[in-house]
C-alpha cells in the first residue's frame, strides 16, 4: 500500500485538477486510440515511482492523462505480463494505481486467438466470462483491505451493464456482425498453445485465448471497478484454420481491428 500511495500521490501531483473518470488498458498491438487522445499529460512508466518497464514490442510503456470522448481518461499504453517475469502484483499495479486516482470504471483490450470456430480474423469479443488458467493471481498473499475485502465475489467479472451498452453501441455503429460475446482464457505463454492445448481450452469452454487482462480483472474487482473488456481477435486457433503466426501476423490483424475497437470504447463512453 505504501508503494501504491507513492505513486499515486506522484501522479496526482502532476495532474493538478486533472481527475481522471476511466481508465483505459491498450493491448497489444492496439495502441491507435491514443490518436483521438486529447493529451494533456504524458508519464513513461520509467519515470513513474514503482512502475516497471514494459518490454514487448508494441507496448510503448506510458500512462497518458486527456480527454476522450468528452470524458477524462487515464490510459496505459501498454500493459505488464506475467511471462515478463513480473509479479502478479507488479502486473496489476497500474490498476490499483488508477482506482487510487479516483478512476470509476476500467476498460481493457487484448490480443487474442480465436477458439471458437465462428469466429473470424480482427473480429472483437466482448468478454463476458474468463478462465484464469495461470499459476497465481494477484490476491494471493497477504490482502490489502484498503483496496478490497479477502474474498472478493466473481459472479459478475464483467459489468453486464456496459456489456449491454457495448452491444447496442456496435448496432448503432452498424458494425454487429464483427462483435461477438464469449470466454477468455488467460494462460502464461509468451509461446503460443499446442494443437492439442487449443482443443482442451475450446473443451473446457474458451471462445478466445491470450496471455493477459484477467489479472487486471481481479484486481479490479477486488476493488468494486467495473470493467469491460474487449479482445481482438488476431489469429485463429481452431481446427482446419491452425497455422503458424508471428508477432508481424498479430499486429496486422490488430490494426485492421483498431478503428472499430476505437468507435467502440468511445460509443460506451459517451454513453457513461
Known sequence: MQQLREAADFIRRQLGDFQPEFGIILGTGLGALVKELEIQHEFSYDDLPHFSTSTVESHSGKLLGGIFAGRRVLVMQGRFHYYEGYTMQQVVFPVRVMKLLGIQKLFVSNAAGGLNPDFAMSDLMLIEDHL?????????????????????????????????????????????????????????????????????????????????????????????????????????????????????????????????????????????
Not at 455503429?173 to 492445448?197: D, H, I, K, Q, W
Not at 474458451?206 to 496471455?211: F, K, L, R, T, W
Not at 481477435?233 to 501476423?249: E, H, N, Q, R
Request: glycine share 6%; with cysteine; net charge neutral.
Open 132 to 272: 484464469n488458467l495461470l499459476p497465481t493471481n494477484p490476491l494471493i498473499g497477504p490482502n490489502l483491505d484498503e483496496l478490497g475485502s479477502r474474498f472478493p465475489d466473481m459472479l459478475e467479472p464483467y459489468d453486464h451493464t456496459l456489456l449491454a451498452q457495448a452491444q447496442r453501441a456496435a448496432h448503432d455503429l452498424g458494425f454487429t456482425n464483427y462483435v461477438r460475446r464469449g470466454v477468455y482464457a488467460s494462460l502464461p505463454g509468451p509461446m503460443l498453445e499446442t494443437p492439442a492445448e487449443y482443443r482442451y481450452l475450446r473443451t473446457i469452454g474458451a471462445d478466445a485465448v491470450g496471455m493477459s487482462t484477467v489479472p487486471e480483472v481481479i484486481a479490479a474487482r477486488h476493488m468494486n471497478l467495473p470493467v469491460l473488456a474487449i479482445s481482438v481477435i488476431t489469429d485463429l486457433c481452431s481446427p482446419g484454420k491452425l497455422k503458424k503466426v508471428d508477432i508481424a501476423d498479430i499486429l496486422r490483424a490488430a490494426a485492421a481491428a483498431e478503428p472499430r475497437l476505437t468507435a467502440l470504447i468511445r460509443a460506451v463512453l459517451e454513453r457513461q
